[in-house]
């Protein structure tokens, strides 16, 4: 059978709707027309158990080519998607058509699902209602804190400095997304040590506080310490989305714990960076909505982590925006922050994000405490409508300044 259907507009409720970069030996819509039939019920010949009307019925549909700049369209039948499956969803258009010889380089730039198949899906138990109503904050970023070193801090260490950062201002603080069960640290003790400073510091402060204990690990591990996260009084598990799998994730979703659900991309780059191969994090971020992600690491646009402005502004604007049936999941900002880019930050990614400090609180000349003194400064700053330049000169900023003067500002 014949796989182009150039010009036809196929029904966005009954299909999903793929967009390609292609780099081939062949022509493109001879390119196109393999992607189509491998991604769908071809192979590379003729079958004699394929019925036309089956064809007719399942076979994608390339339906738009732009030569120029070599992009492809196509569209997938509903049928051929198990409802509610990110494995099988991604065995079928993110699979073989990546390993054909005959295509030098693919890249997956987007996908358009019709509502019957995302509501197929839970999505985020909280998304960004529920993460505020969690904290209790409203109309400003929510300010969070990766602990530093990486590893190396005990469990109870550890816990001395979260305390230090939520009672100068940080809301969320995170272990880092290679601390899991260490020698040195071991998960349980962390969550003993951090749940019982977060208590003292919420009735110092009168604020409500949270961490964010990192589960990552083999599927029964991960619940295991979910449920020992929410047995002590936590309220947020994160999970490196790419180490576990979603489909890991999508478990965890199911299992219904009363925990938000904090999503770091360790390791996306392996298939996001490069822009002629892979998968854009645009659609890592679709799958990451649909598995049950409430937050979601995106980008920070003036840090040190790669990703175009334009680019992590559209992935936020697709994880806030309404879909189907699923809740908006909130943006994280993180990877080489300091006080001095908050102002810009703030800018581009406005309220509805975490904006997340490491090495920018705890790198402060003065220390953690006034690490994160800085990072809150640099947010009041902005919520009281007084500019960078002008707040580091005010007494009340003082430690804002200091941060600007060692890390300069942009």
Known sequence: MGYLRLGTHPDPKKHLLCTFYVESTLPIK?????????????????????????????????????????IIHIAYPLDLFELGSLPQLASSILGNIFSMKLIKNLRLLDIQFPNVYSNSFQGP?????????TLDIYGRPILGCIIKPKVGLSAKEHAEVAYNVWLNGIDLIKDDENLTDMTFNRF????????????????????????????????????????YVQKKGGKCVMVDIVSVG??????????????IIHGHRAGHSLFTKNEKHGYTMYVLAQLARLAGIDQLHTGTVVGKMEGKQEDIIEINKM?????????????IASGGLHPGMTEKLYKILGNDCVMNYGGGVHGHPLGSGAGARAAWQSVSAIMRGIPLSKAIKLPEYKELAQAVEYWGKI
């Open 188 to 227: 349980e003790d962390r969550v003993d040590y951090v749940m019982e400073m977060q208590k003292k510091v919420e009735k110092e402060t009168k604020c409500k506080k949270v961490h964010v204990f990192n589960v990552t690990a083999p599927m029964d591990v991960m619940f295991d310490r979910a449920e």
């Open 125 to 133: 138990k909280y998304g960004i209602n529920g993460i505020r109503k």
């Open 246 to 259: 979603l489909d890991n994730v999508q478990l965890l979703r199911k299992a219904n714990f009363d925990l």
């Open 319 to 331: 994880l806030t925006a309404k879909w189907a049936n699923l809740k908006p999941v909130l943006p």
């Open 30 to 70: 001879q390119a196109a027309e393999w992607i189509a039939a491998e991604s769908s019920i071809g192979t590379w010949t003729d079958l004699a158990t394929l019925r036309p009307s089956v064809a007719e019925k399942l076979g994608a549909k390339v339906y738009k080519v732009d030569p120029n700049k070599k």
